[in-house]
C-alpha cells in the first residue's frame, strides 16, 4: 500500500466492520464507532524565540466515553493530521475495552517537529493547546497522557496549566507525571514492561523459553528501550534496534545497557553509536531480518505489503500504534506469521495511567510492586480472553482481540441505551 493512500482511521473501521461480522452483531450495533463523538481543532500561534511567530495544527479528538472517561496521549509529530489522530482515538476505545478498564478513547496531536523546538518554544506551545482544548477536557471528562515526542516534563506543563485555569490542583488531568507531582514512577515503563508480559504470555501458552530467543526492535524511544531492556532481562537476545536514524545490529545480542547510558537524557541519537561488534542498518533492514520476534515500536504504516512480503519473523509484537497496514496484515497471515496486535501488545501504558488515575482521585501512593503485580493481573486476563477467542474462532490474534472489546462495548451501548 502506498503512503498516499494510507489511511489508518479507515484501516480502523474496516477492522471493525470484521470483528462485527464475526461477532454476528447487526451493523446498527457499532454503527456509532464509526464517527467520533467529538473533535476539535486548534491553531497555536507561539512567538518563537528569534521573536517571529509561527501558527501549529493542534487536536483532540474524542472517539468514545460508553465506558468511562475519553482516555488518550497527545503526539508532536510533523506527520499529525487529524485522520492520524482520529486512528489513534478509535485504538484507545478497543484497547479500554479490551483490557477492560473504565475509560473511553481519545487522542491529542501537535503538528510539529519537538526536534526543531527549544525547550522554551515546546513549553509555549503545551501550554497554549491546553488552554484552548481545557473546554473539553477534566479529570472526569478526558484525561490526557504521553504518547510519541511528548513526556513527563510534558504532562507537568499541561497539568500545571489546567490547575492554574481552574484555580487549584487537578493531578488527575494528565497522567504520565513526575513521582514528585503525584505521577505514578511505574508509569514510564508500563508500555514496555506491558509488551515483556505479553511476550512471556506467549511464550507461556506455546510452552516455549524466551532463553535465547532473538529479538529486533524498531524504534528505541519510551516503550522500545524499555521492552528491550526488561526482555534482555528475561534472557531474550536482542540482536537490532533502531531510531528515527537508523538502526544497531549485532548477531551475538547488543548490550542494552551501554547504548542506553550511551543515548543519556538527551536521548542522542543511534547513527552516532560507534563500539565495536556492532554494525549499522537501516530501519527497513531491522524489519526484514531473520529473528524470532519481531517488534515495532515506533510509528504507524511501518510493515507495509511490501515489507511484509520481507518479513522472516516468526511473531510480530505491536508496540506501536498501528504499525501494520491491512494489506500487509494479509500477507503475513498467508505466510503463518502471527501478530499480537497493538490494542493488546502495548495496553500496559494506559493500564497503569488508569492506576495513576485512580491514585490521584483518591490521593493514596501504591507501591510500584503492586502496581506491576495489578498491570500483570489485568493484561493477562485479556491475553487469555483473545487466546480463548482466537482458538474457538480460529481468527488472528488481531481479530480475536477486535471481537473481545467490540462484544463488551456494544454490550455497554444496548445496556446504556441511545439518548433521548
Ligand atoms: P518516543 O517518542 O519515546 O519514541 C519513538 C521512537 O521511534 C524514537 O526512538 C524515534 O527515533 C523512533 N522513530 C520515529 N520514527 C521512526 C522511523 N520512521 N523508523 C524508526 N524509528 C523511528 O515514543 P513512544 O512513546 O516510545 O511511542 C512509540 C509507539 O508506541 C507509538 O506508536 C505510540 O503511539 C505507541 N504507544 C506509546 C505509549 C506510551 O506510553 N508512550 C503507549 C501505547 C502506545
Redesign the pocket.
Known sequence: MSKEVYNPYQELLSTIDQAGKKLGLNSNDYKMLKWPERELKVSIPIEMDDGSLEVFDGYRVQHSDSRGPYKG?VRYHPAVDIDEVRA?AGWMTLKCSLVDIPFGGAKGGIKCDPLKLSKNELKKITRRYITMIEPIIGCDVDIPA????TNAQIMSWMYDTYSMIKGHNIPGIVTGKPQIIEGCKARQG??GRGVMITVENLFNKLAKELKGVSVAI???????MVAAELLAEKGCKIVAV???SGGLYDKNGLNISKIKEYLGPERKLLSEFNKGGVTHIG?SDLLCLDVDILIP????NQITAEIAKKIKADYIVE???GPTTIEADKILASKNIKILPDILA?AG?VIVSYFEWVQNKESVRWEDEEINKRLRRLLTEAFNEVWKTYEKEHVSFRMAAYMVSLNRIVETKKIRGIFP
Open positions: 496521549g489513534l504521553p504518547d510519541v515526542n508500563a508500555t524498531q524504534g528505541f524511544g519510551n516503550v522500545g533502531s531510531d528515527v530501519n515500536a515506533a510509528l504507524e508496540a506501536a500504534n502495548n501504558g
